[in-house]
């Protein structure tokens, strides 16, 4: 689907399977989705709660699941966003966002994303990571991908290093995450960095190469 023609109807629907060969669907939330994704939120607050952005200014009310569901779609049919849901096996077990969108002579975008923690350690985020980008970079035409981090955040650094984002530095006080301005590294990829793969290409052979280590190294106690 061609960009102009997804700004007029934003229901994207993206599939692929894990290395491990796990079945991933990413699609948009719905309203439906609320008891489900509001559950999932509260099953995983402490995994979650460190790294989830927050607001200097104090909100007036909590953000309803049809707020959250108009927002994106409104951030979506404008152009400026992605907002995804990550499903497996009919479940939702996270969330990746494509946000800060921006054509013209910059063609960027940043990426964040979350996983419940049962789901953690799978495949699956790298997965939507690299599906995601590649839909970015093919069909809309971006140049540049960017995913900013917290230096304590070791499973979301893991996700990148497995894609082979490069490390741009630290970032002082860059986002408002878990009550106060956080610190963030900042990673990212161009097509240039590609050099004619895609990101499902470097998904797979970082698994190949990650599975050979451990074939070598042999059973551990």
């Known amino acids: 689907m061609r960009w102009g023609r997804q700004r007029e109807h934003w229901s994207l629907v993206l599939t692929a ?25 509260a099953l995983n607050r402490h995994w979650l709660g460190r790294w989830d952005a927050t607001s200097p200014v104090p909100a007036t009310a909590p953000r309803t699941i049809e707020d959250l569901v108009d ?21 939702l077990v996270g969330q990746l966002n494509v946000s800060n969108i921006v054509l013209g002579s910059f063609r960027s975008c940043t990426v964040g994303y979350w996983v419940a923690q ?7 985020v790298p997965t939507a990571l690299a599906l995601v980008a590649d839909h970015a970079f093919t069909e809309l035409g971006l140049h540049r991908i ?6 304590e955040n ?14 741009e530095g630290l970032r002082p006080r ?7 301005w956080r610190d963030h590294r900042s990673f990212a990829l161009t097509t240039e960095d590609l050099e004619g793969a895609t990101f499902m290409d470097r998904l797979t052979h970082s698994s190949q190469q990650s599975l050979g ?9």
Request: glycine letters at 10%; a neutral charge; charged letters at 25%.
């Open 17 to 41: 399977t894990t290395p491990q060969g796990v079945p991933i669907l990413l699609r948009p939330l719905r309203p439906e989705d609320g008891d489900e994704y509001s559950s999932l939120r």
């Open 146 to 151: 960017e995913v900013n981090i917290r230096p």
């Open 71 to 91: 927002f994106y779609q409104s951030e979506a049919l404008a152009g400026r966003m992605l907002p995804f849901v990550i499903e497996t096996s009919g479940r």
């Open 174 to 180: 860059m986002l408002h995450i878990d009550g106060d």
């Open 213 to 221: 280590r451990h074939t070598a190294e042999g059973p551990t106690a």
């Open 118 to 124: 049962a789901n953690a350690g799978k495949g699956i």
């Open 154 to 167: 070791t499973a979301s650094l893991a996700v990148v290093r497995k894609l082979g984002f490069r490390d």
